[in-house]
């Protein structure tokens, strides 16, 4: 059975980087049917897709973080990272990391069907 | 971007009877379309792929349908477990502009 688990600081100061680790088990990260995901959710609010990557390390960011995020992947520890520079208040949430499935014959990425548990980070001075 | 909207924002239904949660895209997404379930303090759950798939594991009481831009997810006989948050998600962008909808809320009524 495949389980994502997130890790990282549940307490950010303002302008600051906040960075969290996926942890993989149960399964192969390094596969090429499958993308990573991060997706987060402010308290009370919905769910904000925040980036994909690829085993290779090919990454997909939402636009609307591009500028402030990067993503990584190392498969021989089976996890991946995000890096969310220049944080706010409004970056406070819950954040999931998941595996997206792979349409093969198209090569794009689709739902997410595996999640963590999610980890709620607070950015607060 | 494109924008999914999803109505009602609530809905009240008994045990045992049917709910139907719609799900509006601001332009086609064709079937590229996934509906999550999410209880409080709990991750989400896929429950529909490609508009009218169920994930693995989801019982036959929920079904998908529509394409294009119209959806809608029906869980007939509503059980407890069922009432929840849930989330339509589109993946039809490429490169990937992934968006969901705000949610339903579907309580006991």
């Known amino acids: 059975q495949l389980q994502l688990q997130e890790s990282g600081p549940g307490l950010v100061k303002p302008s600051e980087t906040l960075s969290l680790t996926c942890s993989v088990s149960g399964g192969s990260i390094g596969t090429v049917t499958y993308y990573w995901g991060w997706i987060r959710q402010p308290p009370g609010k919905g769910l904000e897709w925040i980036g994909s990557i690829y085993y290779s390390g090919r990454t997909y960011y939402n636009p609307s973080l591009k500028s402030r995020l990067t993503m990584s992947i190392d498969t021989s520890k089976k996890q991946f990272s995000l890096d969310l520079s220049s944080v706010t208040a409004a970056d406070t949430a819950v954040y999931y990391c998941?595996?997206?499935?792979?349409?093969?014959?198209?090569?794009?990425?689709?739902?997410?069907?595996?999640w963590g548990q999610g980890i709620l980070v607070t950015v607060s001075s | 971007e494109i924008v999914m909207t999803q109505s009602p924002a609530t809905l009240s239904v008994s045990p045992g009877e049917r709910a139907t949660l719609s799900c509006r895209a601001s332009?086609?997404?064709?079937?590229?379309l996934a509906w999550y379930q999410q209880k409080p303090g709990q991750a989400p759950r896929l429950v529909i792929i490609g508009a009218s798939t169920r994930a693995t594991g989801i019982p036959a009481r929920f079904s998908g349908s529509g394409s294009g831009t119209e959806f809608t997810l029906t869980i007939s006989s509503l059980q407890s477990e069922d009432f929840a948050v849930y989330y339509c998600?589109?993946?039809?962008?490429?490169?990937?502009?992934?968006?969901f909808g705000q949610g339903t809320k579907l309580e006991i009524k």
């Open positions: 998941a595996r997206q499935d792979m349409d093969t014959a198209m090569v794009t990425a689709r739902f997410f069907d595996y």
């Open positions: 332009q086609s997404v064709s079937s590229n």
């Open positions: 998600h589109q993946y039809n962008n490429w490169p990937p502009e992934y968006t």
